[in-house]
């Protein structure tokens, strides 16, 4: 198991800690745990990028770690994303409902095309673009915001960001595969 994997997982294993961080602070309205729950979520906010670098520069790339590092990905923005769409008594400013449904539907978009491209051609291939990157540090971006309580004025603008560049990486994504599956012999037409 490499380094980089280990943070990664340990990633992992920060989510629940962060849902139940942030949920604390909703229900009791004490300070300490909206604190704790912002620092669990930039612990793994930048873990996102020590886990890249240390894989890149110390020749720590694995199969594993292709599978993880998205898999953490989503599993962190995901939950915080629904968590803070939920309705929270004014402790947090929510997440506008269409932002979360761009979200989730970039996110869903993406496991469908892994699993028809896995099934129809033996193996998927997602390849990491700057539109990808930079739609995830943007949706890590608007979650901070809304943990720190930031200006919600200037949160409407930053959640258009997110969603312009979060719909354009869903895009590249279903026409990398739609390029991946039209190259495969089991799109050809059948001879009957």
């Avoid at 886990?51 to 923005?77: F, M, W």
């Avoid at 491209?117 to 949706?139: C, D, E, I, N, W």
């Avoid at 560049?165 to 595969?177: A, C, K, N, P, R």
């Amino acid at each position: 198991m490499t380094t980089a994997n280990k943070i990664t997982i340990s990633r992992m294993l920060l989510v629940p800690v962060f849902i139940v961080l942030a949920l604390y602070y909703v229900g009791t309205d004490i300070e300490w745990f909206r604190f704790w729950s912002i620092l669990c979520f930039a612990l793994m906010a930048l873990g996102d990028g020590l886990d890249g670098y240390i894989a890149r520069h110390y020749n720590q790339c694995s199969e594993l770690g292709t599978v993880l590092d998205p898999l953490a990905d989503k599993l962190l923005l995901i939950s915080a994303v629904v968590l803070l769409s939920l309705d929270s008594h004014s402790h947090f400013v929510r997440i506008p409902l269409w932002l979360t449904g761009i979200i989730l539907g970039r996110d869903m978009l993406l496991v469908i095309g892994v699993a028809v491209l896995h099934y129809m051609a033996g193996k998927a291939s997602v390849r990491p673009r700057f539109s990808g990157k930079l739609a995830t540090v943007l949706q890590m971006a608007t979650v901070l915001w809304i943990l720190l309580q930031w200006d919600p004025g200037a949160l409407s603008w930053l959640a258009r960001l997110t969603a312009v560049f979060t719909g354009i990486s869903g895009l590249f994504y279903l026409m990398d595969w739609i390029k991946q599956l039209s190259a495969h012999p089991s799109s050809a037409p059948s001879k009957i």
